[in-house]
């Protein structure tokens, strides 16, 4: 009877606990948003601005690292066209660019150009970035959206936009971020991995970032429970060795929470 009496004990808890986490994280439920062609030929250097900062805190995930939480440089708080000239005369730069707007766009697409200093790879000496190239996946950005974003932030300080507006009939599809459609769920772990941008800091799916703990093995080192609160809370307990730059994620829905959880939780290091 007392064991019993504990199973269902055990059972109350956890269904609370679960309960609990749904408080903490949102179901996520409706459509995929809706996405809105852009006429090039209507764009003015105002709209692609301003097509390049939705992309800058959307679609591209810059805000991701480059933020105030140390983790890559936040672009936001200073002139890029004057830190991008410094930057093409340094002496570790291995570039190509000869002006701001080659350089920002290099800087997207070979990030380890120029790393710069303190934010390299750890154990490269700055020489590898731990960017990912934003033309590949998962977040692919076109050519188009590469531009946009540099004349967002060409425009942010006030300095001339360089960019050429694009021609043509349309431009990729651009999400629209429409307050009445909900979010895209991830359909399996690893598009909620992606879609989080976990393999940008972490090890796991290919990547070998280690600007965060490795979450190749994460499953010998943490029991489920103990990794489900590392995401919901990601300052409760920091890895030693590492800084405390993990964001929150308060747009990942409970079911994308538990794939992840479920995922990484069999990540033991003995795959092959």
Same mark, same amino acid.
Request: charged share 20%; glycine share 6%.
């Given at each position: 009877?007392?064991?019993?009496? &504990?199973? !269902?004990?055990?059972? !109350?808890?956890?269904?609370?606990?679960?309960?609990?986490?749904?408080?903490?994280?949102p179901? !996520?439920?409706?459509?995929?948003?809706?996405?809105?062609?852009?006429?090039?030929?209507?764009?003015?250097?105002?709209?692609?601005?301003?097509?390049?900062?939705k992309?800058?805190?959307?679609?591209?995930t810059?805000?991701?690292?480059?933020?105030? @939480?140390?983790?890559?440089?936040? #672009?936001?708080?200073?002139?890029?066209?004057?830190?991008?000239?410094? &930057?093409?005369?340094?002496?570790?730069?291995?570039?190509?660019?000869?002006?701001?707007?080659?350089?920002?766009?290099?800087?997207? @697409?070979?990030?380890?150009?120029?790393?710069?200093?303190g934010?390299?790879? =750890?154990?490269s000496?700055?020489?590898?970035?731990?960017?990912?190239?934003?033309?590949?996946?998962?977040i692919?950005?076109?050519?188009?959206?590469?531009?946009?974003?540099?004349?967002?932030?060409?425009? =942010?300080?006030?300095?001339?936009?360089?960019?050429?507006?694009?021609?043509?009939?349309?431009?990729?599809?651009?999400?629209?971020?429409?307050?009445?459609?909900?979010?895209?769920?991830?359909?399996?772990a $690893? $598009?909620?991995?992606?879609?989080?941008?976990?393999?940008?800091?972490?090890?796991?799916l290919?990547?070998?970032?280690?600007?965060?703990?490795?979450?190749?093995?994460?499953?010998?080192?943490?029991?489920?429970a103990?990794? &489900?609160?590392s995401?919901?809370?990601? =300052?409760?307990?920091?890895?030693?060795?590492?800084?405390?730059?993990?964001? $929150?994620?308060?747009? #990942?829905?409970?079911?994308?929470?538990?794939?992840?959880?479920?995922?990484?939780?069999?990540?033991?290091?003995?795959?092959?």
């Amino acid at each position: 009877m007392s064991a019993l009496i &504990r199973a !269902v004990g055990f059972s !109350v808890v956890m269904i609370l606990a679960f309960a609990a986490v749904t408080y903490v994280l949102p179901q !996520v439920k409706g459509e995929a948003p809706e996405e809105e062609e852009v006429n090039l030929g209507e764009l003015t250097i105002d709209s692609f601005v301003a097509m390049g900062e939705k992309l800058y805190k959307g679609k591209g995930t810059c805000t991701l690292c480059h933020n105030n @939480l140390g983790r890559a440089p936040d #672009m936001l708080t200073f002139d890029v066209h004057a830190a991008s000239l410094q &930057r093409i005369a340094d002496s570790r730069y291995q570039g190509q660019a000869a002006d701001v707007e080659s350089y920002l766009r290099e800087s997207m @697409l070979q990030p380890s150009a120029y790393v710069v200093e303190g934010f390299g790879k =750890k154990g490269s000496n700055d020489a590898e970035s731990p960017m990912p190239a934003v033309d590949q996946p998962p977040i692919q950005l076109s050519d188009v959206e590469v531009d946009a974003i540099i004349a967002f932030l060409q425009q =942010k300080d006030g300095n001339p936009v360089t960019v050429a507006l694009p021609s043509g009939d349309a431009a990729p599809a651009v999400e629209a971020e429409s307050t009445a459609a909900a979010p895209v769920l991830a359909q399996n772990a $690893e $598009e909620a991995i992606a879609k989080f941008g976990c393999a940008a800091c972490h090890a796991i799916l290919g990547s070998k970032s280690p600007v965060g703990p490795s979450l190749e093995d994460v499953g010998q080192r943490l029991q489920p429970a103990q990794i &489900r609160i590392s995401i919901i809370d990601p =300052k409760a307990e920091i890895a030693q060795g590492f800084p405390p730059i993990m964001p $929150e994620f308060p747009n #990942m829905a409970v079911a994308e929470l538990e794939m992840v959880v479920q995922y990484l939780s069999q990540q033991t290091g003995s795959q092959p």
